[in-house]
């Protein structure tokens, strides 16, 4: 397996970034020089892509204590041993003569190595950063091992340059994973159409259609595959009132369209033309909200409605107001009975489906906030500016990003909303449903 060892002089943090990498606490973190005084190995995973990683006790320059010459002797075993090295360097103290003692070993290996500039705990520092390119390597990344912060960005950059031969099973996997089946769940009020959709995309009589309310009592899982991709439909009941719901069958059968939106990767919401956005649809899409999901909205049976545009623009508009709290979710129109807009209401599903997937870099995503706080200041909060210091996605999908502030509580929904918005535009996730988490950095005490 490809092997990354992490090393650098004692107390910059080799271990606090170990930590971070496997998710556990598994070395010994401590702000005394050389505690960690063996190498410690574990196995990591990044994007799908496992690895080696190793973390060293920290090189010491002279025999300043009884372990120094053994830790020299760790690292320079893991010299010949590693694949690639990760020189961790502090960013506060800035660089030292032991930091050019490493990095002139690593060079005689002619081996990749990463420069974390440890302790960069938000944007503001990352200028710090550029003193460390005289060590002689082109990739340097700002990081906060503690923070959460540029972490990513140097695991991108790992596992992007592990050889092919090394990692070709696990991308393959990770590439099966992305490109797997995509569970589509068509959900929406009875009679709405949904089992006249799914014919319609299948192209024959698959799930049984009927005006008669509730016809559809269960599941129905179906593969389709269109182009290079591959579906899941699940062709879900209709959700009704639960005043209207009897104990039963049809009332379990709401529990599994339940789940059908919980499990699904897309969730496709089926309006009545005729009938425009009820009450039930808008409480199915507060479920679609509630769970995060992405979504597509479908306007169904517009063959019945007059083919004129202002016709069409006025029952968009209906939908867009009354839906407004899913917005990011695309309007598709299509007459289930002719099969008109069947082919593009697939692509908009492939579309959405890839937004929920997407990375962005977290140099990207910080210049972003800081045109968003330009474009509007948020209000004070108690007399005190609100302030967004620097953000970073989480992992899974959909996209949900961790943002640093002074005072959460101070950051009103509408604002929120404006970040959300704005993100979408800059970040190109049109139609992803954006989580934000704002959480309170931790103020230097005085």
């Known amino acids: 397996m490809y092997r990354v060892a992490i090393v650098g002089r004692p107390n910059v943090g080799k271990s606090s970034l170990f930590n971070r990498i496997i ?12 505690v960690t005084r063996d190498r410690l190995v574990s196995k990591a995973k990044w994007r799908g892509v496992p690895f080696e990683l190793v973390d060293t006790g920290g090189y010491i320059q002279a025999d300043r204590d009884s372990f120094a010459s053994y830790i020299r002797k760790q690292i320079e075993k893991e010299l010949k ?27 005689k290996e002619k081996k990749p190595v990463y420069i974390a500039v440890n302790k960069i705990d938000n944007p503001n520092m990352e200028d710090r950063i550029y003193e460390f390119y005289e060590l002689g390597f082109d990739q340097v990344y700002p990081v906060s091992s503690i923070q ?24 393959e996997e990770k590439e099966k994973d992305r490109t797997r089946k995509i569970k589509v769940a068509i959900v929406g ?28 009592t269960d ?29 039963g069958i049809e009332f379990f059968s709401v529990g599994r369209t339940l789940d059908a939106i919980k499990k699904a990767d897309v969730v496709v919401l089926v309006i009545d033309a005729e009938q425009g956005v009820t009450e039930q649809d808008t409480k199915i899409a507060g ?22 545009s202002e016709a069409r623009n006025r029952l968009i508009k209906q939908v867009k107001d009354r839906l407004y709290f899913i917005s990011y979710a695309p309007i598709v129109l299509v007459s289930a009975k002719n099969r008109q807009g069947i082919k593009n209401l697939l692509q908009t599903i492939v579309q959405v489906y890839e937004e929920a997937w997407k990375r962005v870099n977290t140099g990207k995503l910080n210049r972003a906030l800081q045109k968003i706080m330009k474009l509007r200041q948020p209000p004070s909060y108690n ?61 230097d005490k005085v």
Do not use: C
């Open 148 to 171: 959460k912060y540029g972490v990513a960005d140097l695991l991108d950059a790992i596992v992007e340059n592990i050889p092919r031969e090394k990692a070709e099973d696990f991308e």
């Open 383 to 443: 007399g005190k500016p609100l302030k967004m210091f620097y953000g970073t996605q989480l992992e899974g999908k959909p996209p949900a990003f961790l943002i640093f502030v002074n005072y959460p509580e101070g950051f009103k929904e509408s604002y929120i909303k404006f970040i959300e918005n704005n993100l979408r535009q800059m970040l190109d996730m049109h139609h992803a449903p954006i989580k934000l988490i704002l959480k309170e950095r931790k103020r």
């Open 189 to 216: 009020k009875p009679n709405a159409g949904k089992s006249s959709l799914l014919n319609a995309i299948l192209g024959e009589e698959r799930a049984v259609v009927s005006d008669i309310p509730g016809t559809t």
């Open 23 to 34: 998710g556990k606490r598994k070395a010994i973190i401590e702000d005394i020089p050389g």
């Open 287 to 308: 479920l679609i909200q509630k769970y995060h999901k992405p979504a597509v909205i479908v306007i169904n049976k517009i063959d019945k409605i007059p083919p004129s």
């Open 219 to 247: 599941v129905v899982d179906t593969y389709f595959k269109w182009k290079d991709r591959e579906f899941l439909f699940l062709d879900t009941a209709g959700l009704r009132k639960k005043s209207k719901v009897d104990y």
């Open 81 to 107: 041993d590693a694949d690639a090295f990760v020189l961790v360097v502090d960013g506060k103290e800035g660089l030292t003569p032991a930091d050019k003692d490493i990095a002139l070993l690593l060079k």
